[in-house]
C-alpha cells in the first residue's frame, strides 16, 4: 500500500528564512512518481513538480529546490529567502506508474503541510 | 479560460438535497477524477473515469454518483447531501502519456456546505 507522510502539519518562518518541508513515503513498486502541490488561500492546487523514482538529481527552479533520497524514501522541499507569496498548503503526493492505457494511476496525498511567511 | 473548469465554485445547500458539482476540460486528456479535501486529512479520492465508458469507484465512494457525459465533462452529484459531504471538491485530469505533464490538473474547486 502507498503512504505519503508530511509530519509538519504548520510552520511559520519570518520572510527572508530558509524553510524545508518534509515528504516520507512508502510504496511497494519500483517504478513511481512523487509529486508536490501547491494551494494558495485562494484554494487552487497548483502543479510544482514531478519526480520519477528512477532520477535522484536534485532540482532546483528559482527558490525551490527538491532533494530526492530513495535510501531515506524522501523528497524533500526547499524555500529559500521565503516569501509572503509563499504561504501556502503543501501537498506531496506518490504516483504508481500508470500501467498503459488500461492502468490506473494510484496517487495518494499526503496531508498537507501549511506555511506561513510572517513579513 | 481554464484548463479545467469546476461550477459553482461556492454552493450551500440543506441536507436532503440533490446536488450536482460539474467540471469541464480542455486538455483533451481521458482521465478525470473527483477528490474531496478535509483539513488534516489531505485529498482523497471519489470516483475516477478512463473514458466516458469508464467509470470506478475510489476510496470514498459512498453518498456519491457521476456522469461521464463526454470525454471533457465529468459531473459529481451527491443524491442526499448530508452535513459531513461539507468539503472542498475537486475535479481534475490526467495523461500519463505526456511526458511533460504526468501530474494532474487540477480545476479550482467547489467548496460545499451542507447545512
Known amino acids: 500500500a502507498q503512504k505519503v507522510t508530511q509530519a509538519q502539519t504548520e510552520i511559520s518562518v519570518v520572510e527572508k528564512e530558509d524553510v524545508t518541508l518534509d515528504c516520507v513515503y512508502e510504496t511497494r513498486d519500483t517504478t513511481y512518481y512523487l509529486f508536490w502541490y501547491k494551494q494558495p488561500p485562494s484554494g487552487e492546487l497548483v502543479f510544482l513538480i514531478r519526480r520519477n523514482s528512477f532520477d535522484e538529481q536534485n532540482e532546483i527552479s528559482g527558490r525551490y529546490s527538491w532533494n530526492f533520497q530513495k535510501s531515506t524514501s524522501s523528497f524533500n522541499f526547499t524555500i529559500t529567502a521565503s516569501q509572503v507569496v509563499d504561504s501556502a498548503v503543501y501537498f506531496c503526493?506518490?504516483?504508481?506508474?500508470?500501467?498503459?492505457?488500461?492502468?490506473?494511476?494510484?496517487?495518494?496525498f499526503g496531508i498537507g503541510t501549511k506555511l506561513q511567511v510572517i513579513p | 479560460d481554464a484548463d479545467v473548469t469546476q461550477t459553482p465554485r461556492n454552493r450551500i445547500t440543506k441536507t436532503g438535497k440533490r446536488i450536482m458539482l460539474e467540471c469541464s476540460q480542455t486538455?483533451?486528456?481521458?482521465?478525470m477524477y473527483w477528490y474531496r479535501q478535509d483539513p488534516g486529512l489531505g485529498l482523497r479520492l471519489i470516483y475516477y473515469?478512463?473514458?466516458?465508458?469508464?467509470?470506478n469507484k475510489g476510496e470514498i465512494s459512498d453518498g456519491y454518483s457521476v456522469s461521464r457525459q463526454a470525454q471533457a465533462k465529468f459531473s459529481l452529484s451527491l443524491e442526499s447531501a448530508i452535513p459531513n459531504q461539507t468539503a472542498l471538491y475537486f475535479c481534475?485530469?490526467?495523461?500519463?502519456?505526456?511526458?511533460?505533464?504526468?501530474?494532474?490538473?487540477f480545476g479550482s474547486g467547489t467548496r460545499l456546505t451542507v447545512v
Open positions: 486538455k483533451g486528456h481521458d482521465r
Open positions: 481534475a485530469t490526467s495523461d500519463p502519456d505526456t511526458p511533460d505533464n504526468y501530474g494532474y490538473t
Open positions: 503526493a506518490l504516483s504508481e506508474a500508470a500501467s498503459g492505457s488500461g492502468g490506473y494511476q494510484k496517487v495518494t
Open positions: 473515469s478512463f473514458d466516458v465508458k469508464d467509470i
